[in-house]
């Protein structure tokens, strides 16, 4: 229990603040890799992801290729990566964002599927093109679920930034590398509790999120 | 596929490894979260606690469990025991959720049946819940066992041995075969476990049919919305 009390002391420690080592420019580092990486993966697998739900096709092959990919240990892609692309942030951001392809896919296919065919159907019995369904009906009734799926896949990006740190120079996960490479075990449970506390925190807003685009949200269930 | 023919034992020792941490941890999973979910399928009240309590440990990014474990629990972090800890708590936490789905998943009428057949409770949830509930449990348990497979390589980053070796010396050397060979071993072990799991689950349940399923519907709103839940 001392160990933690040294760590919170090592957090609060006005000279590990600033600077270009500092734990709020680490945590500014550590949140822009964990938003690029899921924007980048979000531009790529939504739209795909709504082709699917809203055509019902390929869905199967999609479903394996997400799994697959899941079992893929993401060391071995970091460090492959780290190899090829060289040391920069390149190569963690890549395999972040294949990270969060296959949660935001099955999000996005899982939210389409999801809405009501009696409404789709009446959309579509009203007048309104395929283009209108899916963005005034599939969508808005999905959106729950499919930020559901950007909520998983923020959640394992932050957690898995942490790992960017062995191949590059970003984020906490520095921390905990460089304390463990001095035995310096403050350092390290620090660098631990900053990116829990980071995840949670991120975790705790994109639940709230979720909550409000609720299409019955606020309105008697039908 | 020289380095591997050179490496041969190492590789094999690695994978011993990795298999000693892995399925004991998930063993530990369920086992646990059985428990916890038919707490939280009797005790709907409890189980919102318990299941809110799962998805924040969930919550807590691997790593940094694997450093905070060995200071709550005294033990060494460079210890095999602080990653199967880690990996049942993991495992625990997300396949709690689903256990109490699978016992949710029971048709009632069945229970009253065997409760008018004179079923004791530990008859009733021995021979009527637990063998019920195998075919949702399973497919939570599934998921389990290629994630936790596959977050036994970061223990290498602290230094508890497994094929994750073979990619911290791999990226370290420099030498990529070796990373492909731990990447490849971790997927492969993972699709043997699964596979492992899917015969299980078909000797536990011999009244489900297994007959290829039947087409589905070809108009998408034919399809109930029940879905894209897996």
Redesign the interface.
């Known amino acids: 229990?001392n160990?933690?009390g040294e760590a919170l002391r090592w957090i609060g420690d006005g000279s590990h603040w600033g600077g270009p080592g500092g734990i709020d420019t680490r945590i500014v580092q550590h949140l822009w890799v964990t938003f690029a990486a899921v924007g980048i993966a979000a531009v790529l697998a939504i739209p795909l992801g709504v082709l699917i739900g809203?055509?019902?096709r390929g869905r199967l092959v999609v479903?394996a290729l997400a799994?697959?990919v899941?079992?893929?240990?993401?060391?071995?892609?970091l460090?492959?990566l780290?190899?090829?692309i060289g040391i920069g942030v390149e190569a963690p951001l890549l395999a972040l964002v294949a990270l969060a392809f296959p949660s935001l896919l099955a999000g996005a296919?899982?939210g389409i599927?999801?809405?009501?065919?009696g409404a789709?159907?009446a959309a579509r019995a009203v007048g309104m093109s395929e283009w209108q369904v899916v963005t005034r009906v599939e969508v808005p009734l999905g959106a729950s679920v499919l930020i559901g799926g950007i909520r998983a896949a923020t959640?394992q990006v932050?957690?898995?930034a942490?790992?960017a740190a062995?191949?590059s120079d970003t984020g906490l996960?520095r921390y905990?590398?460089s304390g463990?490479k001095s035995r310096d075990?403050a350092q390290?449970?620090a660098?631990?509790?900053l990116?829990?506390a980071l995840?949670?925190l991120l975790?705790l807003l994109m639940a709230a999120l979720q909550r409000a685009s609720s299409p019955t949200q606020g309105k008697v269930p039908s | 596929m020289t380095w591997l023919d050179t490496n041969r034992a190492y590789v094999l020792d690695m994978l011993v490894q990795h298999v000693r941490l892995a399925v004991p941890a998930i063993a530990i999973s369920v086992l646990v979260a059985i428990v916890l979910g038919r707490i939280a399928w009797r005790w709907p009240r409890a189980g919102t606690v318990v299941l809110g309590i799962a998805s924040?440990l969930y919550?807590?990014?691997?790593?940094?469990?694997l450093?905070?474990i060995p200071?709550l629990l005294g033990i060494p972090l460079r210890s095999g025991l602080t990653l199967v800890v880690a990996l049942a708590v993991y495992g625990t936490a997300l396949l709690a959720g689903t256990a109490a789905d699978a016992f949710r998943s029971v048709d009632p009428r069945v229970r009253e049946a065997a409760e008018a057949m004179g079923y004791s409770r530990t008859g009733l949830f021995w021979k009527v819940d637990l063998p019920l509930a195998v075919p949702v449990l399973l497919s939570g348990i599934r998921v389990i066992t290629?994630?936790t497979?596959?977050?036994v390589?970061?223990g290498?980053?602290?230094g508890i041995p497994s094929?994750?070796n073979l990619?911290?010396d791999?990226?370290q050397r420099?030498i990529?075969a070796e990373?492909?060979v731990?990447?490849l071993g971790?997927?492969l072990l993972?699709?043997a476990l699964d596979v492992l799991l899917v015969v299980a689950g078909a000797l536990l349940t011999p009244w489900r049919e297994r007959r290829p399923r039947r087409a589905r519907a070809t108009t998408?709103?034919?399809?109930p919305?029940v879905?894209?839940?897996?």
């Open positions: 229990m160990l933690f809203h055509t019902g479903v799994g697959a899941r079992a893929v240990p993401t060391l071995g892609l460090t492959l780290g190899l090829a296919y899982a599927e999801a809405a009501d065919p789709v159907d959640l932050v957690a898995t942490t790992l062995y191949i996960g905990l590398f463990l075990y390290m449970l660098g631990a509790l990116v829990a995840a949670l975790d | 924040l919550s807590v990014p691997a790593l940094p469990l450093i905070v200071v290629v994630s497979v596959s977050l390589t970061i290498a980053l602290v094929l994750g990619l911290t791999g990226f420099d990529r990373i492909v731990g990447v971790t997927m993972a699709i998408a709103s034919a399809v919305a879905e894209g839940a897996a």
